[in-house]
Structures are given as structure tokens and as C-alpha cells.
Nanobody, 124 residues
Framework: QVQLVESGGGLVQAGGSLRLSCAASGRTFSSYNMGWFRQAPEKEREFVAA????????DYADSVKGRFTIFRDNAKNTMYLQMNSLKPEDTAVYYCAADSTGPLSRWRGSYEHWGQGTQVTVSS
């Protein structure tokens, strides 16, 4: 069982940066693929980025590629999302998620553990 807690959200102007953190409990964190998803008001939860349990494999939604970076520190049981050049359309609640099975996935149904979310608001 893995419990996830996000932090680092807030209000930022367009063009600014934020770093989200996802702290995981449990000794098996390093064996989970991890992902970030986001949900804007009245919209579906959408994939943002994912990182494999082993170092190296990452995947990004086209809308954030080149602006966001996902990385993890297994020694600290923490995953991060560095968000640069933020746009108003990035405004959403951001969720981290953990997947113990299968290849790196963009499908939210693959992820069995979820955090409570952190709000990111980008003003124009």
C-alpha cells in the first residue's frame, strides 16, 4: 500500500514556475511507476507526465512537453514536477498517482493509488 501527499501548488503569474512534490509512504515506492494528472473545473482528469520505477523512462503530454519535467528521488520516496513557462490553461488541481503494474501508462485507470491533489492557479 502506498499513500501519496502532494504539495507545492499555489498562485503564479503566467510565465512563472512552480515545483510540485509528491511524498509517498511505504517501502516499495521505488517499484512503482508514478504519474501526474490534472483536472480543471468541468473537465476530465488528464494525463500530464509519468516516470518509470527504474531511472530513465519518462512520458509527457504534448501540452506540457518542453515546459514540465518529471523526476523522482527514490531515496526520499518523493516525486517532483518542475513546471516552467506556466500558462493560464495549466490552471487545475494536480494529482500524483502510483502504478504497481505494467508499462508506463497515460491511462488513469492504470494507477491504483492517488493523492488528494494540489491546486495550481496561473493568472494572465
Amino acid at each position: 500500500q502506498v499513500q501519496l501527499v502532494e504539495s507545492g501548488g499555489g498562485l503564479v503569474q503566467a510565465g512563472g514556475s512552480l515545483r510540485l512534490s509528491c511524498a509517498a509512504s511505504g517501502r516499495t515506492f521505488s517499484s512503482y511507476n508514478m504519474g501526474w494528472f490534472r483536472q480543471a473545473p468541468e473537465k476530465e482528469r488528464e494525463f500530464v507526465a509519468a516516470i518509470s520505477w527504474s531511472v530513465g523512462n519518462t512520458d509527457y503530454a504534448d501540452s506540457v512537453k518542453g515546459r514540465f519535467t518529471i523526476f523522482r528521488d527514490n531515496a526520499k520516496n518523493t516525486m517532483y514536477l518542475q513546471m516552467n513557462s506556466l500558462k493560464p490553461e495549466d490552471t487545475a488541481v494536480y494529482y500524483c498517482a502510483a502504478d504497481s503494474t505494467g508499462p508506463l501508462s497515460r491511462w488513469r485507470g492504470s494507477y491504483e493509488h492517488w493523492g488528494q491533489g494540489t491546486q495550481v492557479t496561473v493568472s494572465s
